[in-house]
């Protein structure tokens, strides 16, 4: 079973590569089939293997020999990886179906972030939606998750506009932790959050130190609320017991 998780896992990594390359650009995801960014060339479906294909063709495409970029493998390993250890952790049951689908919507969030700056609402507002749907039988607590979610990042924007006249969060984000709120829930969605910032902020003062990067340059703190996120998936349960036990 798990090798078949873990298929499954590189087949729709694979998938996810053509959404976060389509979905900034406004094309679609179905038609045409995918191609090369360089020379548009059609990959053939022999060399559109998850993984394989990248090891065969030295990690170029079969045409034009440009260089793929290594997001394509990674993602794939990414989101076959983590299937896996969701279905370690939760098995064959109604959670799995849930997180796998939070796992989706949380890999595009991330590259599209990375790679484009933006976090697309046809991501996070159906997400928003589906963590509804998914968490119907407590749908008050999921319902405070969202508000509280994105207001606290709204006071964040706000509070940036007026210490440094500019943004700290965009609405992106501040969509985005209305649907982690949504799948995780109050007490969980807030620990993803708080995880997201407090690893955002440690990361950007070691590259501002380190002269790489300077207070004017865009924080992909969609990225790091993703890493919350992930990181309150498996571990959250254990990390709130830990804190309460302190006291």
């Known amino acids: 079973m798990a090798v078949l998780i873990i298929i499954l896992g590189l087949v729709i990594g694979s998938f996810?590569?053509?959404c976060i390359y389509?979905?900034?650009?406004?094309?679609?995801?179905?038609?045409?089939?995918?191609?090369?960014?360089?020379c548009k060339k059609p990959i053939q479906p022999y060399d559109n293997i998850p993984i394989l294909s990248y090891l065969i063709l030295?990690?170029?495409?079969?045409?034009c020999k440009t260089k793929i970029s290594w997001q394509y493998p990674f993602v794939e390993l990414?989101?076959?990886?983590?299937f896996l250890?969701?279905?370690?952790?939760?098995?064959?049951?109604y959670e799995l179906l849930k997180y796998i689908i939070f796992i989706l919507l949380l890999i595009i969030a991330a590259f599209t972030d990375i790679s484009h700056r933006i976090i697309p609402n046809v991501i996070s507002v159906p997400g928003v939606v589906l963590g509804l749907i998914l968490n119907s039988k407590d749908y008050i607590n999921t319902i405070l998750a969202i508000l509280i979610s994105a207001g606290i990042f709204w006071l964040?924007?706000?509070?940036?506009?007026?210490?440094?006249?500019?943004?700290?969060?965009?609405?992106?984000d501040i969509k985005l932790a209305a649907m982690i709120g949504a799948f995780l829930g109050v007490g969980q969605g807030l620990l993803a959050l708080f995880i997201g910032v407090v690893a955002g902020v440690l990361v950007w003062t070691v590259l501002m130190?380190?002269?790489?990067?300077?207070?004017?340059?865009?924080?992909?703190?969609?990225?790091?609320?993703?890493?919350?996120?992930i990181i309150t998936i498996f571990w959250g349960t254990n990390i709130i017991n830990w804190y309460f036990g302190l006291f």
């Open 16 to 18: 996810l590569n053509v």
């Open 22 to 38: 389509r979905i900034p650009r406004k094309k679609s995801i179905v038609a045409p089939r995918s191609f090369c960014p360089a």
């Open 58 to 63: 030295g990690g170029r495409c079969r045409y």
């Open 78 to 82: 990414l989101t076959a990886g983590l």
């Open 85 to 93: 250890l969701l279905f370690l952790k939760f098995g064959p049951t």
């Open 156 to 172: 964040f924007r706000q509070l940036g506009l007026w210490l440094r006249k500019q943004e700290m969060m965009g609405w992106g």
């Open 209 to 229: 130190f380190l002269k790489l990067k300077s207070r004017k340059d865009y924080i992909p703190f969609g990225t790091f609320m993703v890493l919350g996120s």
